[in-house]
């Protein structure tokens, strides 16, 4: 089953909004999740991490103030695309790691969301 | 995290075993392979890692060299459901989390 929820799965809105998309962990907690963006024909480019309880961390050349996550619990995460524009439609993706326990800390599976596609007009 | 060169694409007739090769010659010693595959407009999907030992699991099969800068990973009996783009990553014990995507290798199964 489903390791990893997205929510919503794809959404239209209008230039000039904003728009929540929700990251849940199903299946375990998770102090870290991550963000990512994929424009079409092109591959997953990392976001943020997300880190439950502070401050998220983001990549180069992502508006931080543009792009909002909280991660106020250990299964859900949300990223905020504020004040939409059309360059910003794009397939975002959150992803979680499960414990390493057998392998070593940072070499567990990472599981990924359905992704939700924003198309902004 | 060192950087992986897969090939652009490649066939497979259904039915038969398809080999996914990727070449990651700067791969350092705590280094994990991971293998994961994206079917149209879906999220990412894990498959397989590991380190320097082959690694099988119900979905396919890691082949690692043994001086570990290629891999090889073998889906022993590909279907039509198998049509993605497969992802080789490398990834280290202190980038928790983070996944460099490249390109990857779009396989297409025909019939």
């Known amino acids: 089953g489903a390791v990893v929820s997205q929510h919503p799965s794809w959404v239209i809105c209008k230039s000039g909004t904003s728009v929540k998309i929700e990251c849940r962990s199903l299946?375990?907690?998770?102090?870290?999740m991550f963000w990512y963006r994929q424009f079409p024909k092109q591959s997953l480019m990392l976001m943020a991490t997300s880190n439950e309880g502070s401050k998220a961390t983001y990549e180069q050349g992502v508006e931080k103030d543009k792009f909002l996550i909280n991660h106020a619990s250990l299964t859900l995460s949300t990223l905020t695309v504020t004040s939409a524009h059309p360059e910003d439609s794009s397939f975002y993706i959150c992803?979680?790691?499960?414990?390493?326990?057998?392998?070593?800390?940072?070499?567990?599976?990472?599981?990924f969301g359905e992704g939700s596609r924003l198309t902004v007009l | 995290d060192a950087k992986t060169t897969q090939p652009p694409s490649m066939d497979c007739a259904e039915g038969r075993a398809a080999n996914l090769p990727c070449n990651h010659s700067t791969i350092s010693g705590n280094e994990y392979v991971y293998w994961y595959r994206q079917i149209h407009s879906q999220g990412p999907q894990y498959i397989i890692h590991?380190?320097?030992n082959n690694e099988t699991n119900e979905m396919a099969s890691l082949i690692i060299t043994e001086d570990r800068k290629s891999s090889t990973l073998i889906l022993p009996h590909a279907t039509l459901r198998d049509t993605a783009v497969y992802y080789c990553i490398v990834r280290g014990g202190t980038s928790y989390g983070k996944l460099t995507f490249g390109q990857g290798t779009i396989l297409t199964v025909h019939p």
């Open positions: 590991g380190l320097k």
């Open positions: 992803s979680v790691e499960t414990s390493g326990a057998k392998k070593g800390v940072g070499t567990g599976e990472l599981f």
């Open positions: 299946d375990f907690q998770a102090t870290t």
